[in-house]
């Protein structure tokens, strides 16, 4: 990405001067609070978005002056959540991420074979059956990831892909995803607002505030207590474990009083829900 702006039809710059050099495949977590511009950035990355100002290249080619088609077979894209409201089955919709590869002569066993890869690689294949819009929102991230996956990208470009999972199947998620950029050689990019899941699997990563970026490198180099304060505004303390930054939030507005009157709230709710309930006259 060359000196890129973006800015959506009259209002100001969502992006400024935002320039990255991303190479190898690596695992590279997009931090950074609500607004600032992550999904934005990532959607200049894949030509959804056309940048104001700078050109976005893939392999040293303008992305502008890629067909779609062939962009897709180079880069994967798993938005935040799906407005797919049809019936189709889970099989069908991952089958869907083999688009941009079938030409008149593919054979479908093949992109079957890789299909059921997918699904045990997400651990999913009982849902292979059923239909896409009756999942859970948890079940419905982990197809959309199955299916970006089977699109077999060199660069995957996630929307926060651990949204709606609980915190066993978001490690599951992010482990997967590391896994696969040494294994597949694929640059891994997710947008993510868990600092210490970021901190503890990926490779680099870049901070971004007011839509540019504030810092890019390791965990260790981006995520400090400075920067966490100068881009959140909040207080942490950061301890290391295994060589990684894990950030403990400091909140000294928050006083043991304000705990007393929490805990005397929650009684007085299960008193009122005996009573309610006929638990206690």
Sequence with gaps: ???????????????????????????????????????????????????????????????????????????????????????????????????????????????????????????????????????????????????GLAQEPEILLLDEPTANLDIKHQIDVIRLLKKLSIKKNIVVIMISHDLNLAAKYSDNIIMMADGGVFAVGTPKDVITEDNIRSVYGVEAELVEHDGRPHMIIIDSDFTEEDSKTLEGSYVLGEILHKRCSGEES
């Design 1 to 147: 990405m060359d000196d890129i702006d973006f800015a959506y039809s009259g209002e100001k710059l969502t992006l400024k001067n935002v320039t990255l050099d991303i190479r190898n495949p690596q695992l590279i977590s997009i931090i950074g609070p609500n607004g600032v511009g992550k999904s934005t950035l990532i959607h200049c990355m894949n030509k959804i978005l056309s940048p104001t100002r700078g050109t976005v290249f893939v392999d040293d080619i303008d992305v502008s002056q890629i067909k779609v088609k062939e962009l897709a077979k180079k880069i994967g894209y798993v938005p935040y959540s799906a407005n797919d409201t049809f019936p189709l089955t889970v099989i069908d919709t991952i089958l869907m991420g083999r688009n941009p590869h079938s030409t008149w002569k593919t054979d479908l066993k093949d992109d079957m074979k890789i299909v059921k890869e997918v699904l045990e690689m997400m651990d999913i294949v009982p849902l292979a059956m059923r239909p896409f819009n009756e999942l859970s929102a948890g079940q419905h991230q982990r197809v959309m990831l199955a299916r």
